[in-house]
């Protein structure tokens, strides 16, 4: 397929993602083309865009970067949202409320493969970003089954759920950055970038879990908020903010610690989320 | 970890598998390798490892490829027995019902990404490697979803039987000898190993519906003989068993044309299933 010069970064790496997922060539493919087409803020495509383009990059590297995380994160969204019988996934149904679960397997399994070879235009430098890739994968995997074997457990201790937190979303999140700086060989930096990542991942999942402290009480999912409160905070949503804060602090103190600016992106997310929830500590 | 000199290349593969499952690391690793402790026969791994010594390749590559293949078969099977409801695996529990649903689809997420992983050893040839194997991935994924989207219906055609057979464990089949093939430059050999995988994995599945008539009618599982009932055949036992060889038959002429007998051990297999079919079908 041709791709005209005019399309920009972000919309290549849109393309990118529907061919290789084989939009047009049977159900698997169509669905996880509807599923990515139904928007996400696409955070790590943009983290890899924007880290690449510091370091210098080649644009195809950073395309098919962007695209390999955007798409590992779609996997990982439709396996949990099986996983977790989560029925909404960007206001519509989730792929296995809507095409069954061996469907959702399926199509999971397709974004995942789908990632990999989104690498294979890496050149020289593919071997060394599928074994990265590969550790970050199973990170991630590790976060969801600790996550999922944590449920309904009202004793799990704050440092075991930041364990969780940043295993289960950290990895996804520095990964477009870790890839990025890999390729620009500084591979020196990756431990930064990995702490950036974590630390963001735990702010996140703790703001997530001051929307949903009810709801996750209900569904005895594991919350910051009933964590706080089961070890004797008087306090603990005025706790989880402080909390989220600091970790959003200290993520946006790694991100920028990385060379060339390849971390600004992500310390500039960390200071939205961050305002965002000063805002709602503020008096009105 | 030192790796002794006096390991055969199939215990290299073993070693292979549970290093990049990561066993000892966490609940999905060690039910990943317990699964693959299970047993199997291998068989993908032995077609990647003899074709890699006929076409003369490095035992590193021939290993990588070896447990990529192997890795991805295991993945197929956690993820297609939790779709099927399968109960049984090789003698034992099958993972979703010994581990429950979200562990098995974990493991089978890891099998998968551990498989591309191991392409790592392949150097300059990875990217190719990397788009092959997603490209038959792919094709797995589409006759997985044939497969389950023709349940309990007793109008699928013959052609439509053999399309879905050959889609479902066709392309695992021929992909070892794929691989091999790309990484001896031999590309161009690619068909003739594609037809032979797919007729073994047509008549492999004829032999298996032999064996389940009963069960798969009850189940509505997609059965040769019923497909050969429902259009009116007569003996549908006898024709089936005379398809099965048949497509044996090609599968070994198509392994047969590989370049320096790289299919050889593929035609063999064939060869061995077709004997033990004719023997059958002889009066005791």
């Known amino acids: 397929m041709q791709i005209p010069q005019s399309e920009s970064p972000l919309q290549r790496v849109e393309s990118r993602m529907r061919q290789l997922v ?7 493919g169509d669905i996880a083309a509807e599923h990515l087409g139904a928007g996400g803020g696409r955070v790590r495509a943009k983290l890899a865009l924007a880290a690449s383009q510091a370091l210098g990059l080649p644009q195809d590297a950073a395309v098919a970067v962007a695209a390999a995380c955007e798409l590992l994160h779609n996997a990982s969204l439709v396996h949990d949202d099986l996983q977790d019988r989560d029925a909404l996934r960007r206001g519509r ?23 990999y070879a ?3 235009a890496c050149g020289y430098a593919t071997p060394a ?4 890739v ?3 994968v199973g990170a991630v995997i590790r976060g969801q089954s600790s996550d999922l074997s944590l449920r309904g457990r009202s004793d ?5 759920y930041e364990e969780v937190a ?7 999140l520095s990964l477009p950055v870790e890839l990025a700086l890999l390729l620009a060989d500084e591979g020196d930096h990756l431990t930064s970038a990995v702490v950036a990542g974590e630390r963001f991942a735990v702010g996140y999942q703790m703001t997530d879990d001051l929307d949903d402290v ?14 706080l409160a089961a070890r004797g905070e008087r306090a603990p949503l005025q706790v989880a903010r402080e909390l989220a804060l600091g970790h959003f602090r200290e993520a946006r103190i790694a991100a920028l610690t990385l060379p060339r600016g390849a971390g600004q992106l992500l310390a500039d997310y960390a200071r939205q989320r961050s305002d965002a929830l000063q805002l709602l500590r503020e008096p009105a």
């Open 22 to 28: 084989g939009a047009g060539q049977g159900q698997a």
């Open 93 to 115: 149904m989730a792929v296995w409320q809507e095409h069954g679960d061996a469907a959702a397997i399926c199509v999971g399994d397709l974004l995942l493969s789908a990632a």
């Open 118 to 120: 989104s690498l294979a």
């Open 129 to 132: 970003l599928l074994l990265r």
């Open 134 to 136: 590969h550790e970050r």
């Open 156 to 160: 799990t201790s704050l440092a075991r």
């Open 166 to 172: 940043a295993g289960k979303s950290g990895p996804l």
């Open 214 to 227: 009810q709801r996750d009480a209900l569904n005895e999912e594991l919350n910051v908020v009933a964590v």
